[in-house]
């Protein structure tokens, strides 16, 4: 089992910024992806941006230049930075964790969701 904890959303005005952080711990593989998805109201999940198993990054493309993920390895976190936020991030984010054996998918896991509300 892995347990994905997140902190940082809550409230911003339009314009405003917020990063957020999500801890992973127990049965990580030492291959494994992370990233950020996030569903809105009335809307399918999305990916917001996420680290491949190459290293590289994608992200969704309203966001780009907006948000930066990063990651601490050794801590098994990673982070999400959202700047010149707009009402439309308004959404819950998820964190998720995909382990890998030789480049094959094992198990992904979820973690609870952080609110990101963002007020014109």
């Known amino acids: 089992q892995v347990q994905l904890v997140e902190s940082g959303g809550g409230l911003v005005q339009a314009g405003g910024s917020l990063r957020l952080s999500c801890a992973a711990s127990g049965s990580i593989f030492s291959m494994n992806t992370m990233g950020w998805y996030r569903q809105a109201p009335g809307k399918q999940r999305e990916l917001v941006a996420a680290?491949?198993?190459?290293?590289?990054?994608n992200y969704l493309d309203s966001v780009k230049g907006r948000f930066t993920i990063s990651r601490d390895n050794a801590k098994n976190t990673v982070h999400l930075q959202m700047n010149s936020l707009k009402p439309e991030d308004t959404a819950v984010y998820y964190c998720h964790l995909i382990n890998y054996y030789v480049y094959t998918m094992v198990n992904d896991y979820w973690g609870q969701g952080t609110q990101v509300t963002v007020s014109s």
């Open positions: 680290f491949t198993r190459g290293g590289s990054t």
